[in-house]
């Protein structure tokens, strides 16, 4: 049977859509005149699938043919499925005509192993050479790199590409070992180490990069997961760690059966959240958990960790210097900007903070702004823990957290 | 006292200038002469473009550069009744610049979260946007948008489009931003035909549909999550959602 583009489009992007990655943010704007194409600092959305995830780039494999056999995922060899490929040249076209159209910011390039290692990151590096030498085009691009392919491919994937990626999978060596065999940590991570020192080389900022980990499919513990992300983020090795829900796509002893489990999407939004406090606010790993701890199902983790901090509290909001401000529960960034903005002018009391559009409903318990303090609650961890428990503040709607993979923001 | 004005911005400074110079008491500012019985002095501004050009200066000597943006950026919101608000914001900034920072005076914190809206609102336009490819290789988009930012998307597919021919169409506003070659500029458009697209066209949106399918993961099927992104005013001329 023949595969029209429609059946091979649907194949390849429906087997790439487990990566989570989105990002197209963070590029140099690099416009130039007469050429197709222009990255844009903040990422552009395009549009948003039924699962609520944003589109922003054409995200898709060249190949979903693979050699290798990784329990959890959908394209290991031992599974019978239709297998398909495009060329690289019909993928630029269809990158073109979907950049025109303004459906893409980009494209996001991945594929299983044709063959071997090389020669899969030869076919990938050819569709980016016929999109940025023969098309002259500068859109957003992000490439897999293919952990084993040889040195000189990787560089020029730096040079062609605005992020690349290589996906640790599994939170630790033991799980890889379990479910990767071919895989081992240090071969994941060596391509982005190569990636980040060679590029280094060439101007003091490294090439982007990320890197996806699934969650749920394996025994380890938020703290294990945090540390690790901390760890990547402290090296400056990556600018973004993504936690990938585990979705059973196989049957396999050592993984949850698929008719009965669900992809864990609140520990997902949890991690999230950790996460961007460990980016944004200036947490480390272990004030957020303690050794072997996951994290609360009930409260965000900022809220956790002032709930178990109560001698830190109450934060002046007159006062306080931004690094303090953005640590009360309910207050993120934006909060604390027009904080900072408005307290030049006047002493804030609650009910300017109010008119500024803050909401108290989490932060009351919190702070103290000028004579005003929540009188109602005393501040024993106990009895605010009941009343942020009691007006459900605590409680996501399901239906909205999985906003958490764009903002986190807490 | 009300103020009637044309629209235009050259319209409002020539309002700014007789407001300082003639000292005029403002209750309301508007567009369109009001068909109810007012019992209230009423004053029609004509648009004079030596009253504009001075005021302009006025501006550009009092205002940072930021703040002169803000003033274009308020006005592009033409849905809201922005003009007593605007006159505000220029009231205070000719008397004290340092205090257009105040937030906590509820007309310039109502000033800087329009503007926000409208910021965010150009965001979400530079990827809901959909272009249609026409016989000659043109690129034509249609949009309808709360506040006017064909200013804002004209320049952004500017830097992205290369040579490519494009216009940007607003329908409610019968407006058109027009790149052809080294032509650009922003045009009024009194009446349309409909365009021939060009024979790809048809295969790349069916192609934008199917990869728009395979994307979303049946497990995590969140509908709701989907509209709060893009919510259904968004989705008119975006062919992913045309069932
Ligand atoms: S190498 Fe990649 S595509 Fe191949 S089985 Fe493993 S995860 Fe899947």
Redesign the pocket.
């Given at each position: 049977m023949k595969l029209t583009t429609e059946d091979k489009l649907s194949i390849l992007a429906g087997s790439a859509k487990y990566d989570v990655s989105c990002s197209s943010s963070g590029s140099e704007n690099n416009y130039k005149t007469g050429e197709l194409g222009c990255a844009h600092n903040s990422g552009i959305c395009h549009s948003f699938t039924s699962d609520g995830r944003c589109i922003s780039l054409l995200k898709i494999l060249l190949s979903n043919v693979?050699v290798?056999?990784?329990a959890y995922?959908i394209?290991?060899?031992s599974n019978d499925i239709v297998r398909t490929a495009f060329g690289p040249r019909e993928l630029a076209d269809l990158t073109i005509n979907f950049y025109k159209r303004n459906y893409i910011e980009g494209l996001f390039l991945s594929s299983?192993?044709i063959k071997n290692e090389d020669h899969t990151m030869h076919l990938l590096l050819q569709t980016l050479r016929i999109l940025r030498h023969e098309y002259r085009f500068n859109g957003y691009i992000h490439v897999k790199l293919i952990p084993g392919a040889s040195k000189e491919l990787i560089e020029e994937a730096t040079l062609l590409a605005h992020r690349v990626s290589s996906n640790i999978?599994l939170p630790s060596s033991k799980s890889l070992a379990l479910l990767?065999p071919d895989k081992t940590k240090e071969k994941l991570l060596s391509p982005l180490k190569y990636a980040r020192d060679i590029s280094l080389q060439r101007s003091a900022k490294p090439i982007s990069m990320s890197t996806q980990m699934i969650i749920g499919a394996t025994g380890e513990s938020d703290f294990e997961i945090l540390k690790l992300s901390a760890s990547l983020y402290q090296k400056a090795l990556l600018k973004r760690v993504y936690y990938s829900a585990y979705i059973a796509v196989n049957n396999h002893k050592h993984l949850p059966v698929p008719e009965l489990s669900k992809p864990p999407l609140l520990r997902e939004h949890r991690l999230y959240q950790a996460d961007w406090l460990l980016r944004f606010y200036g947490f480390s790993y272990d004030e957020i958990l303690s050794e072997n701890q996951n994290l609360d199902i009930q409260f965000d983790p900022k809220t956790f960790w002032a709930l178990s901090n109560m001698h830190l509290f109450p934060i002046d909001v007159n006062h306080a210097p931004k690094e303090i401000l953005v640590r009360i529960p309910g207050i993120g960034i934006r909060g604390a900007l027009k904080i900072l903005q408005a307290r030049r002018f006047k002493q804030l009391n609650f009910e300017d903070l109010l008119t500024l559009k803050i909401s108290l409903k989490k932060a009351r318990y919190f702070i103290v702004a000028g004579k005003d303090f929540y009188r109602a609650t005393s501040l024993y961890t106990e009895k605010i823990k009941l009343a942020l428990i009691h007006q459900g503040s605590n409680i996501i709607q399901p239906s909205l957290f999985d906003m958490s993979i764009y903002t986190g923001e807490l | 006292m009300i103020l009637l004005y044309d629209g235009s911005f050259e319209g409002f400074l020539s309002l700014v200038y007789e407001v300082y110079y003639e000292k005029l008491h403002v209750n309301a500012i508007v567009k369109k002469m009001p068909e109810t019985l007012l019992f209230e002095r009423f004053h029609e501004v004509f648009t004079d473009e030596a009253k504009a050009r001075k005021v302009l200066e006025g501006i550009a000597k009092h205002f940072s550069k930021e703040q002169q943006r803000t003033i274009c950026n308020i006005f592009l919101c033409d849905t809201k009744a922005h003009e007593m608000t605007l006159l505000e914001y220029i009231r205070i900034g000719f008397k004290n610049p340092k205090e257009l920072r105040n937030i906590t005076n509820p007309s310039l914190f109502y000033i800087q979260n329009l503007e926000k809206e409208l910021l965010s609102l150009v965001h979400k336009m530079y990827g809901f946007t959909r272009f249609e490819e026409l016989e000659d290789g043109t690129l034509y988009a249609k949009i309808e948008t709360k506040f006017n930012i064909v200013p804002f998307l004209g320049d952004h597919f500017c830097k992205r489009l290369g040579n490519i021919p494009f216009i940007i169409h607003d329908i409610k506003r019968s407006l058109a931003f027009v790149k052809n070659d080294d032509l650009r500029e922003i045009r009024s458009i009194a009446s349309f035909d409909t365009p021939t697209y060009s024979e790809e066209e048809s295969h790349f949106k069916a192609l934008w549909k199917s990869f728009f399918k395979a994307a979303a993961i049946q497990s995590r099927y969140n509908p709701k999550l989907q509209q709060s992104w893009v919510p259904l005013l968004y989705r008119t001329y975006m062919s992913e959602f045309e069932v």
């Amino acid at each position: 049977m023949k595969l029209t583009t429609e059946d091979k489009l649907s194949i390849l992007a429906g087997s790439a859509k487990y990566d989570v990655s989105c990002s197209s943010s963070g590029s140099e704007n690099n416009y130039k005149t007469g050429e197709l194409g222009c990255a844009h600092n903040s990422g552009i959305c395009h549009s948003f699938t039924s699962d609520g995830r944003c589109i922003s780039l054409l995200k898709i494999l060249l190949s979903n043919v693979c050699v290798y056999d990784c329990a959890y995922c959908i394209n290991r060899v031992s599974n019978d499925i239709v297998r398909t490929a495009f060329g690289p040249r019909e993928l630029a076209d269809l990158t073109i005509n979907f950049y025109k159209r303004n459906y893409i910011e980009g494209l996001f390039l991945s594929s299983g192993i044709i063959k071997n290692e090389d020669h899969t990151m030869h076919l990938l590096l050819q569709t980016l050479r016929i999109l940025r030498h023969e098309y002259r085009f500068n859109g957003y691009i992000h490439v897999k790199l293919i952990p084993g392919a040889s040195k000189e491919l990787i560089e020029e994937a730096t040079l062609l590409a605005h992020r690349v990626s290589s996906n640790i999978e599994l939170p630790s060596s033991k799980s890889l070992a379990l479910l990767a065999p071919d895989k081992t940590k240090e071969k994941l991570l060596s391509p982005l180490k190569y990636a980040r020192d060679i590029s280094l080389q060439r101007s003091a900022k490294p090439i982007s990069m990320s890197t996806q980990m699934i969650i749920g499919a394996t025994g380890e513990s938020d703290f294990e997961i945090l540390k690790l992300s901390a760890s990547l983020y402290q090296k400056a090795l990556l600018k973004r760690v993504y936690y990938s829900a585990y979705i059973a796509v196989n049957n396999h002893k050592h993984l949850p059966v698929p008719e009965l489990s669900k992809p864990p999407l609140l520990r997902e939004h949890r991690l999230y959240q950790a996460d961007w406090l460990l980016r944004f606010y200036g947490f480390s790993y272990d004030e957020i958990l303690s050794e072997n701890q996951n994290l609360d199902i009930q409260f965000d983790p900022k809220t956790f960790w002032a709930l178990s901090n109560m001698h830190l509290f109450p934060i002046d909001v007159n006062h306080a210097p931004k690094e303090i401000l953005v640590r009360i529960p309910g207050i993120g960034i934006r909060g604390a900007l027009k904080i900072l903005q408005a307290r030049r002018f006047k002493q804030l009391n609650f009910e300017d903070l109010l008119t500024l559009k803050i909401s108290l409903k989490k932060a009351r318990y919190f702070i103290v702004a000028g004579k005003d303090f929540y009188r109602a609650t005393s501040l024993y961890t106990e009895k605010i823990k009941l009343a942020l428990i009691h007006q459900g503040s605590n409680i996501i709607q399901p239906s909205l957290f999985d906003m958490s993979i764009y903002t986190g923001e807490l | 006292m009300i103020l009637l004005y044309d629209g235009s911005f050259e319209g409002f400074l020539s309002l700014v200038y007789e407001v300082y110079y003639e000292k005029l008491h403002v209750n309301a500012i508007v567009k369109k002469m009001p068909e109810t019985l007012l019992f209230e002095r009423f004053h029609e501004v004509f648009t004079d473009e030596a009253k504009a050009r001075k005021v302009l200066e006025g501006i550009a000597k009092h205002f940072s550069k930021e703040q002169q943006r803000t003033i274009c950026n308020i006005f592009l919101c033409d849905t809201k009744a922005h003009e007593m608000t605007l006159l505000e914001y220029i009231r205070i900034g000719f008397k004290n610049p340092k205090e257009l920072r105040n937030i906590t005076n509820p007309s310039l914190f109502y000033i800087q979260n329009l503007e926000k809206e409208l910021l965010s609102l150009v965001h979400k336009m530079y990827g809901f946007t959909r272009f249609e490819e026409l016989e000659d290789g043109t690129l034509y988009a249609k949009i309808e948008t709360k506040f006017n930012i064909v200013p804002f998307l004209g320049d952004h597919f500017c830097k992205r489009l290369g040579n490519i021919p494009f216009i940007i169409h607003d329908i409610k506003r019968s407006l058109a931003f027009v790149k052809n070659d080294d032509l650009r500029e922003i045009r009024s458009i009194a009446s349309f035909d409909t365009p021939t697209y060009s024979e790809e066209e048809s295969h790349f949106k069916a192609l934008w549909k199917s990869f728009f399918k395979a994307a979303a993961i049946q497990s995590r099927y969140n509908p709701k999550l989907q509209q709060s992104w893009v919510p259904l005013l968004y989705r008119t001329y975006m062919s992913e959602f045309e069932v």
